[in-house]
C-alpha cells in the first residue's frame, strides 16, 4: 500500500498543469497586457482629439471675436475720418449731410446719424436735409459717448427713425478737446452676417454673435427668425457668470449640443459655437468596435496560442517603446510585427503621431499663407523678450493692416484675395532677415518681430517694407493694387510686454490709417 502510494505521488501525470491549462494560462499572459494597451492607446487618442477640437473651436470662436472687433474698429475709424470732415467743423451741414451719405454707402451701413450732446438728432441720412428730426433721451451709448468721450458701440435696440432693430456703432467729435456731438452708424445685421460667412465654417455649426445682453445680432442659421431674440437660456445664464467657457447642454427641441462661447473684452459681445455633441465626442460605438474588434483578434490568437505564443509575447514587447515614444512626443518607429493586430496597432501609432505633428502645426501656423499664427506669435516674442530682459537688448514690432484689401476682395472675390495674402505674405517672408520672425494675425493683418533691433532702424525698415508692399501684384490675369498702414513699438521704450507691444503697435498703424494710409508710424 506504501508502494503504491508512493508511485501515485511520483506520477508525472499528476503535477502541474494540463496542455490545456497551460496554453490557457498563456493566453492570458498575452491577452491582458495587449488588451490594456490597445484601450489604453485608443482611448488616449479618442480623449486627447475631443480636448483638441475643443481647443481649436474656442480657438476659432476668438479668431470670429476679434474679426467682429476689427470690423467695429474699422467702422469707427471710418467715422472718426467723417466726424473730422471741415464741413462739419464750418458748420455746413447740407455738406456734412451729402458726406455722411456717401460714407454710409461705403461703410453699408443703415443710416449714420449726428447727435448734440443733449440727444437731439442734428442730421440724419435716412432723412432729407432740414428735416425735423427727433430727440433721443434714452440711450447708453450716446450718453457713454458724450459723458467719457470714447467709442463705443451699442446693444440692439428699436430705432426711432428707422423704426427697426439696430444696433449703433459711436464715436466723439471733439472741438478743443469737449466732445460737442457723437457720431453713429445705424446697422442692422449685414456687416456681421458678413463676417462669419467669412469664416468658411462648418455647416454643422450654429455660430451666433449675441450683444452685451444676449440678443442675438447675428448668426449663421435662421437669422431672420432669431435676430434680436434672446439666445438659449443654458447659455444665456453663463454669460452673466463667465466670459469663456464650453458646456453641454440640449437646445430648446431638445437636440444635444456642445456649446463654446468667448466674450471680447473690447465690445462685450459674445461669439459662440453650438455643434452637435456627436462631433465633439465622436462615434462611442466606434469606440467600442475597435476595442471589440482588438479583443477578437487576441482571443483568435488562443487556438494557435501552442504555434504562435512567443511571436505574440514578442510583438507585444515590440509595441512598448513606440507606445512610449508617442508619450514623449518623439519619433515613433513600428519593426516588423508577427500577426495583422498588432501591425494594425502600430499603424494606429504611426496614424497618431502624424495626427499629433498635424495638429501641433495647424495650431501654431495659417491656414492660407503658411506664416506662423498669433499663437505662435506670442510664444516666439515672449521668449524673445524674456532674452531682452536677460541680455539688455531691444527689439522693435511691427503691425501691418493693409489698405485696399477690401476693395480688391470685394470686386475680384476671396480666391482673388487669397492670391494676394499668399503674395504679401511671400513679400514679407523675404523682406525679414533670418533672425526676424513675422505672422499672419488673421484677415488681412500682419506681425513682424525685428529681432535685436530698435524703433530708428524699424521705421528705416518699415518704410521701405511699405514700398515692397505698395508694388503692383499681378494675380493670374488681374493686376491689383494696394498699401499697408504699419505701426512700429519698441522695447523696452513702448512697452515691456508682449501685449503691451503689440497694443501700442496697432495704435500707431491705426494712427498710420487716419493720417491717409500708406504711411508708418511709431508709437510715442
Keep these: 500500500m506504501d508502494s503504491t502510494t508512493s508511485e501515485q505521488g511520483n506520477d508525472p501525470g499528476m503535477n502541474g498543469l494540463g496542455i490545456r491549462a ?14 490594456s494597451i490597445s484601450a489604453f492607446l485608443i482611448y488616449h487618442i479618442y480623449e486627447h482629439q475631443q480636448a483638441q477640437l475643443i481647443v481649436d473651436t474656442l480657438n476659432r470662436v476668438k479668431a470670429i471675436n476679434s474679426a467682429v472687433d476689427r470690423e467695429i474698429g474699422a467702422t469707427q475709424a471710418t467715422l472718426q475720418s467723417l466726424g473730422n470732415a471741415s464741413s462739419l467743423a464750418k458748420g455746413d451741414l447740407r455738406s456734412f449731410h451729402e458726406q455722411a451719405i456717401e460714407t454710409a454707402k461705403n461703410l453699408h451701413v443703415t443710416s449714420i446719424v449726428l447727435f448734440d450732446t443733449n440727444g437731439q438728432i442734428v442730421d440724419s441720412t435716412l432723412n432729407s436735409y432740414g428735416e425735423s428730426l427727433p430727440k433721443m433721451n434714452k440711450m447708453p451709448l450716446l450718453q457713454h459717448v458724450i459723458q467719457t468721450g470714447t467709442p463705443g458701440v451699442s446693444d440692439l435696440f428699436m430705432g426711432l427713425i428707422s423704426g ?20 453713429n452708424a445705424m446697422i442692422r445685421n449685414d456687416q456681421l452676417f458678413n463676417v462669419l460667412n467669412e469664416q468658411r465654417l462648418p455647416k454643422s455649426w450654429n455660430v451666433i454673435i449675441t450683444d452685451s445682453s444676449g440678443s442675438i445680432v447675428a448668426k449663421t442659421h435662421d437669422l431672420e427668425l432669431s435676430f434680436g431674440k434672446k439666445v438659449m437660456p443654458a447659455l444665456l445664464q453663463r454669460l452673466s457668470t463667465t466670459n469663456e467657457e464650453a458646456f453641454e447642454t440640449t437646445t430648446p427641441e431638445g437636440a444635444p449640443v456642445f456649446v463654446i462661447y468667448s466674450r471680447s473684452p473690447v465690445t462685450n459681445w459674445v461669439v459662440s459655437v453650438s455643434m452637435p ?56 518607429r513600428i519593426p516588423a510585427l508577427h500577426f495583422k493586430e498588432a501591425n494594425a496597432l502600430g499603424q494606429a ?6 495626427t499629433l505633428q498635424r495638429t501641433q502645426y495647424e495650431a501654431h501656423h495659417d491656414a492660407l499663407t503658411g506664416m506662423a499664427n498669433r499663437a505662435m506669435f506670442d510664444i516666439v516674442v515672449d521668449q524673445q523678450i524674456l532674452l531682452c530682459q536677460r541680455n539688455g ?31 504679401v505674405a511671400q513679400r514679407i517672408t523675404r523682406a525679414i532677415r533670418h533672425s526676424d520672425f513675422a505672422a499672419r494675425f488673421g484677415g488681412d493683418e500682419f506681425a513682424i518681430a525685428l529681432i535685436d533691433s530698435d524703433v530708428v532702424a524699424a521705421k528705416i525698415f518699415a518704410e521701405n517694407l511699405l514700398n515692397i508692399l505698395s508694388e503692383s501684384y499681378r494675380l493670374g490675369q488681374i493686376d491689383a493694387n494696394v498699401s499697408a498702414s504699419i505701426g512700429v513699438a519698441g522695447y523696452p521704450d513702448s512697452g515691456a510686454d508682449l501685449a503691451t507691444l503689440l497694443e501700442s503697435a496697432d495704435s500707431a498703424m491705426y494712427k498710420a490709417k487716419i493720417s491717409g494710409k500708406q504711411c508708418v508710424c511709431v508709437a510715442a
Design 22 to 35: 497551460s496554453l490557457a494560462a498563456l493566453a492570458i499572459g498575452c491577452i491582458f497586457p495587449i488588451v
Design 277 to 332: 455633441q456627436d462631433e465633439v465626442k465622436g462615434d462611442r460605438r466606434t469606440l467600442a468596435l475597435m476595442i471589440f474588434a482588438s479583443t477578437i483578434a487576441l482571443l483568435a490568437g488562443l487556438i494557435l496560442a501552442w504555434l504562435i505564443g512567443g511571436r505574440i509575447a514578442k510583438s507585444i514587447t515590440a509595441l512598448i517603446s513606440p507606445a512610449k515614444a508617442l508619450g514623449s512626443r518623439k519619433a515613433v
Design 349 to 354: 501609432l504611426l496614424d497618431a503621431e502624424t
Design 393 to 423: 537688448s531691444s527689439l522693435a514690432i511691427m503691425y501691418i493692416d493693409l489698405d485696399g484689401f477690401k476693395a480688391v476682395n470685394d470686386t475680384y472675390g476671396h480666391s482673388v484675395g487669397d492670391l494676394l495674402l499668399k503674395e
Design 164 to 183: 427697426r432693430l439696430v444696433y449703433t456703432i459711436g464715436v466723439p467729435i471733439k472741438r478743443d478737446n469737449q466732445t460737442v456731438y457723437s457720431l
